[in-house]
């Protein structure tokens, strides 16, 4: 049986936080996925095709019995094979709320096939025969009602009800007499519905707990790459509304070798605007601190650090383009080649406002000149740049764009002489056009997975940007 929170289409809601406070992670959830009432009917339809193809062909035991026949006496039958092949539901509903989520199917009607004998024994001789016979099982309600619970980073699913109940019956048999069809219809219509029923109920049972154990098996983890992974630990039970269903995982971003969160973050109140897509399927709803870890845990693993040499064969890199932004590099170095080293000094700060994403980042490029084998540095660059980001959804990722907005940049240190920033400000601006942000774009674009279940896919997302409210 299906998880019944699977789902097709999304509606992308992303929330900024509030100001950090020491508040220990494991009590919030950075990204929250809520099940509209679409959603829930879509999930309920999925979990239905899902159960019945698990449940058939479903095998019930052997029925036997002795009944009196007028004129004949006490007949000896059993059915044996008896196996439903075939389950149909005309109509079904699902209602949320507590105590938990309550599925019904009514209306349903099932095709058995089966084996019969009989033998009874007059004076002289033993009279026995046997055929087939099929079974049209109408009117079949089937309800279950399960609850989740958040129970260590993992969602446990308990059955609380369960229960079929079958309405009618019609059995025809393949051969025979005609006192037989009569015999076997008065002896056995009443224990075949209730095999049904106890067959029904028990596979039901069977299919929770496996689902349960499908669920407890969900990874904590979701692999980005050899440095880092998405926190998807579950931070408290799911809530179950009348009109959604809403589960929030931690979200954030860790190291694949240290499964702690980098830092304490406080995300603030949710967007009532998370709440108002009522013609999609889902929301899923990401805070902008899943942003923001994921630059510290790239941060802290040396990863935001890029060497710019004449490899890319940019002019700028020849201490001749800088005689007059920087003389004395000329003059003690003329005609040399140059490299440049980029790192960033912190981790991006990312807000998103109503309007997008706001991005600022923190550079130091240290300017080095390469005399024959030696890599000599002679000065140091501070900038700090404004980006705007446009995210968008690449199949089951968001992935998204830089573009540069402003910068400001300021001399660290100079070891030779002093740097006439303003004729330095177009070769930075270069830089960052044509090399640092097209990199950026292109790690970018790869994406970072959206956590949804294997084999489900997004259509028609929408993005929204939305303050949260303290």
């Known amino acids: 049986m299906a998880h019944p929170l699977f789902f097709l289409v999304v509606c992308l809601v992303l929330a900024p936080a509030a100001a950090a406070h020491d508040l220990q992670s494991n009590e919030e959830g950075y990204i929250s996925l809520l099940l509209s009432n679409k959603g829930v009917d879509f999930a309920k339809d999925v979990l239905i095709n899902k159960a019945v193809s698990t449940i058939i062909p479903l095998q019930l035991p052997d029925i036997e ?4 026949i007028p004129l004949i006496g006490k007949v000896h039958m059993i059915l044996s094979n008896i196996t439903i092949y075939s389950v149909n539901i005309s109509s079904s509903y699902v209602e949320t709320g507590n105590p938990g989520l309550v599925l019904v199917a009514s209306g349903a009607t099932a095709s058995l096939s089966m084996k019969w004998a009989y033998s009874y ?5 033993v009279i026995s025969d046997s ?3 099929s079974v049209q099982v109408k009117g ?3 309800g279950l009602t399960v609850a989740f619970k ?4 993992t969602l446990e699913l308990s059955l609380l009800d369960c229960g079929c109940h079958v309405q009618d019956i019609t059995i025809k048999l393949n051969g025979g007499a005609s006192w037989l069809y009569q015999g076997i219809v008065d002896a056995f219509q009443g224990s075949i519905g209730s095999a049904v029923e106890n ?7 069977e299919e929770i707990v496996k689902l349960d154990s499908l669920l407890q098996s969900i990874p904590k983890q979701i692999p ?3 440095v880092a992974a998405l926190n998807a630990t579950f931070v408290d039970s799911p809530v179950l509304s009348n009109s959604f269903i809403e589960l929030e995982i931690n979200g954030l971003f860790t190291a694949t070798d240290d499964f702690a969160v980098p830092r304490n973050y406080n995300k603030g109140k949710k967007s009532s605007l998370f709440y108002n897509c009522p013609a999609k399927m889902i929301g899923i709803s990401l805070h902008e601190d899943v942003f923001n870890t994921a630059g510290l845990v790239y941060l802290n693993a040396g990863c935001m650090h890029w060497i710019v040499d004449k490899s890319l064969n940019h002019s700028f890199l020849n201490t001749a383009a800088w005689k007059y932004i920087y003389p004395q590099l000329y003059l003690q170095y003329p005609n040399h080649d140059m490299s440049l080293n980029i790192s960033a000094t912190s981790s991006p700060a990312v807000k998103i406002a109503k309007n997008g994403i706001n991005v600022t980042i923190y550079l130091d490029v240290t300017v080095n000149v390469l005399d024959d084998s030696k890599v000599i540095p002679v000065a140091c660059i501070s900038l700090e740049i404004n980006a705007s980001c446009s995210p968008q959804i690449l199949w089951n990722k968001i992935a998204g764009t830089l573009k540069l907005k402003r910068f400001n940049m300021s001399l660290k240190w100079s070891e030779i002489g ?4 303003d004729l330095l400000q177009p070769v930075i601006f270069a830089l960052l056009e044509t090399v640092f942000i097209p990199y950026v774009n292109l790690h970018l674009m790869r994406g970072f997975p959206l956590p949804l279940i294997h084999g489900f896919s997004l259509q028609n997302a929408e993005i929204l940007y939305t303050e949260s409210r303290s």
């Open 65 to 68: 019995k002795s009944v009196k």
């Open 140 to 142: 079949m309600e089937v």
């Open 150 to 153: 958040e129970q260590g980073g």
């Open 418 to 421: 002093n740097v006439h920033m």
């Open 131 to 133: 055929g087939d016979a």
């Open 199 to 205: 067959a029904i109920s028990k596979k039901i049972k």
């Open 224 to 226: 980005i790459d050899h």
């Open 121 to 125: 024994s007059t004076w002289l001789i």
